[in-house]
């Protein structure tokens, strides 16, 4: 029953065209609406407002919810850290998606972005090259380049990977990659995306891969072992 209502209500959301931060029937309109008990509504409702797709705000009312990627974001990550805790090559496997995506993506988006979005990346290879002159952590301007390079939902995943492998980083050997590797694998990755050539762009990302490939590989071999 609660699941049938959930589907009804998303078809109302989609039927209005209703956007994020829209207001709802209230709970009567929608019972009236829907011909369901005012528990059963308020359960579907409950069920849509995990999943994001409506906000309900006591004493205000019901809206459109946000409709992010949160909840999946939240789930491949937690499966694919309690994987990595079984001994399972989860880490690796969210590895091999994320660079099936990104190689796939960038081969497209080589000789197509604005060039206000290859000035952003351009600054962030900046900051990389000065940080690592500083000695200083180049995780989070890697983190933006890549989320600046693709789209919204690439993001979103991006985001997962990124959690997952921060809440398991003490497990991973410690085999740091010389940063200057680093900045000239995202100079080279600018440089093709800039040129339009496909296929040095998707090159190019699949080396950017090659050092946490083989942090993980280190670090789920027998006698690097996983907890």
């Not at 940063?179 to 694998?185: A, E, F, G, I, L």
Request: charged share 25%; with cysteine; net charge negative.
């Amino acid at each position: 029953m609660a699941r049938d209502l959930q589907e009804r209500i998303k078809r109302l959301i989609v039927d209005r065209r209703l956007p994020p931060g829209a207001t709802l029937p209230t709970e009567s309109e929608l019972m009236a609406l829907l011909g369901a008990s005012r528990n059963s509504v308020r359960e579907a409702l409950k069920g849509l407002q995990a999943m994001g797709i409506v906000e309900i705000r006591h004493g205000f009312g019901t809206y459109v919810g946000p409709m992010s990627l949160a909840p999946m974001v939240e789930g491949l990550a937690f499966r694919t850290v309690a994987g990595h805790h079984r001994g399972e090559d989860s880490l690796l496997e969210l590895l091999e998606l994320r660079e099936a995506v990104e190689s796939g993506l960038v081969s497209r988006l080589a000789g197509r972005l604005p060039e206000r979005d290859l000035v952003e990346l351009g600054a962030l290879v900046d900051r990389m090259e000065q940080q690592a002159a500083e000695g200083a952590c180049l995780a989070e301007t890697d983190r933006a380049f890549h989320a600046a390079l693709g789209n919204a939902l690439l993001g979103e995943v991006l985001e997962a990977s990124w959690d997952a492998f921060h809440r398991v980083r003490t497990d991973l050997v410690d085999l740091p990659q010389d940063p200057k590797v680093t900045c000239r694998q995202h100079r080279e990755i600018l440089g093709a995306v800039r040129s339009g050539d496909s296929a040095r762009a998707e090159k190019a990302i699949r080396e950017n891969f090659l050092g946490i490939r083989t942090r993980l590989t280190a670090a789920t071999a027998p006698d690097g072992g996983t907890s």
